[in-house]
């Protein structure tokens, strides 16, 4: 069931060559240094998650997210915990580690920026790519 829906989009200095986050943000600018940053003028923060959202990452809940640009997808998986305050207004992150951060939105994610689909990383780059972030709900536990 999908929950939440995110739109960003690409920027010509998106290298998504981070080895334990992915990130969305709100800049609209990018610099070579944010290596894990997949998209900018993110459309939501963690602050701006749904109530409901924010509900089932903190209990924890298992969540496939689909990264959906044109021709191009990626996936992966995440899991929400109970210390996670979603209270960033600007960023989102997911990471591969237990690291819990204002910005932090899932733990324990089963993909890293640098192990996206290169071709989906690719076609970012072209400035102005709009982009979707899909959060599912996976219905089983952990």
Do not use: P, Q
């Not at 992915?22 to 900018?40: S, V």
């Not at 997210?65 to 979603?86: A, V």
């Amino acid at each position: 069931m999908i929950i939440e829906r995110i739109i960003a989009f690409g920027h010509r200095n998106i290298t998504c060559r981070h080895n334990t986050t992915i990130e969305l943000t709100k800049d609209k600018e990018l610099t070579l240094k944010g290596d894990g940053i997949l998209g900018i003028k993110s459309s939501k923060s963690c602050r701006d998650l749904s109530k409901k959202t924010k509900k089932l990452i903190n209990e924890g809940k298992k969540f496939h997210i689909t990264i959906l640009s044109e021709n191009f997808r990626d996936t992966f998986y995440g899991y929400g915990h109970k210390d996670l305050e979603l209270l960033d207004n600007k960023d989102i992150i997911f990471r591969k580690s237990n690291y819990i951060c204002d910005r932090t939105v899932l733990i324990k994610c089963t993909k890293s920026a640098m192990e996206l689909n290169r071709d989906l990383i690719n076609s970012l780059k072209n400035e102005g790519r709009k982009f979707y972030t899909i959060f599912e709900l996976i219905n089983d536990d952990k």
